[in-house]
């Protein structure tokens, strides 16, 4: 199992797939010694690190009998039933966590008998579930969290949302729609280092000490007092920053001597491995319109306009004729300032002679 995925677990940061994943390897009788491992190595750290962690050890593991129907109430029912049917009594320390050096150990301890078919598996999944995310992740993962994995901070905005971010350091964020920010919960402290997945517009404070840089899809780019607009697609591997003031370095992580200048006018395009870098000069208000709430279209197709409607009011559409598009639809113009989608299509359909639906989050265009 992946270690930091299970770091993720304790400290309550998984997804819904990632969280399946999880509690399928725990219910998973094949990874019944990764588990214990697991577990012991946990309170293992704890004790190097906590004075308590006897005394908690303890109370956590008569919770977890009580829980198990292991306590000492119990014992008389499971030697007997042993006893009935002539079997051997199995026999193991109340704490099933030590090994044999364990320093948890108290050689003081009842010994508990487990009912018949009573599995480790069974203890481990119970105990992770219901106890090792509350205690593991503040002794073990906590600590190791304070020395060597910051905590960090995403925003996200879904389709039809934008989001603008202040950082500490007084740089300017205008996310856009279906995008990500993640960064670190000390940032400007020590860096200002940040990763992008969609699209942003980023104003960057001036520090000379402590580089600006952002990384999407394995491309980072550097910047002291800029400002520019960065694309990012992890599904297509499609990477875009177009430079508005300032200066800027970017460099794929394979290629990092190999780095690329731009000033303000000029934008970088990676559309692949084989295709390489491209530079190229954009036009500000196509590319940057939609930091101030403008739709801009110049010479669009269809499809790229329709692509930019769905993420803009989250909406889905569906273009029925699609083979029309290329010929009678193409070059489409225009320019909404806070406009609704009715308006828009209003002006588009009537500007290139389609016709429109819209039904709640679904629109037919009928071309």
């Not at 677990?9 to 509690?23: H, P, R």
């Not at 491209?278 to 269809?302: Q, V």
């Not at 806070?338 to 290139?352: I, P, Q, T």
Request: include cysteine; charged fraction near 25%.
């Amino acid at each position: 199992m992946n270690k930091l995925l299970i770091r993720k677990f304790f400290k309550k940061q998984c997804n819904e797939e990632e969280l399946q994943q999880v509690y399928a390897w725990l219910h998973d009788p094949k990874n019944n010694e990764e588990v214990t491992a697991l577990l012991k190595n946990s309170w293992h750290r704890a004790s190097d690190s906590k004075a308590q962690a006897d005394t908690d050890m303890e109370k956590l593991r008569y919770r977890i009998l009580e829980k198990l129907d292991l306590t000492e109430n119990h014992q008389e029912v499971y030697d007997e039933e042993f006893s009935l049917q002539g079997t051997e009594k199995p026999i193991f320390e109340a704490n099933p966590l030590t090994s044999e050096n364990n320093d948890f150990k108290n050689p003081a301890a009842p010994v508990f008998k487990p009912k018949i078919g009573f599995s480790w598996l069974r203890v481990a999944a119970v105990i992770i579930i219901l106890e090792i995310v509350a205690f593991a992740a503040y002794h073990y993962l906590g600590n190791a969290q304070e020395t060597t994995a910051p905590a960090y901070t995403v925003k996200t905005t879904l389709d039809g949302q934008k989001y603008t971010l202040f950082l500490k350091d007084g740089s300017k964020v205008i996310l856009n729609s279906n995008s990500s920010l993640r960064y670190s919960d000390d940032y400007g402290e020590t860096s200002r280092d940040l990763i992008l997945e969609g699209e942003a517009f980023f104003e960057v404070a001036e520090n000379p000490e402590k580089p600006f840089r952002v990384t999407a899809n394995n491309i980072t780019t550097v910047a002291l007092g800029t400002s520019f607009n960065i694309m990012a697609n992890p599904q297509t591997n499609m990477f875009r920053a177009s430079l508005a003031t300032g200066k800027v370095k970017i460099w794929h992580e394979d290629e990092k001597d190999s780095a690329h200048l731009l000033v303000p006018g000029e934008e970088l395009v990676f559309a692949g491995e084989q295709e390489g870098f491209n530079k190229t000069l954009f036009d500000f208000k196509e590319r940057l319109s939609w930091k101030d709430g403008i739709i801009y279209f110049h010479e669009s197709d269809l499809f790229e306009a329709v692509e930019v409607l769905e993420k803009w009011y989250g909406v889905e559409f569906e273009v029925l004729n699609p083979e029309k598009a290329d010929t009678d639809y193409n070059n489409i113009n225009g320019e909404f300032k806070n406009e609704s989608l009715s308006n828009v299509l209003k002006v588009m359909s009537f500007a290139k002679g389609f016709t429109y639906s819209i039904t709640g989050k679904k629109v037919v265009i009928k071309l």
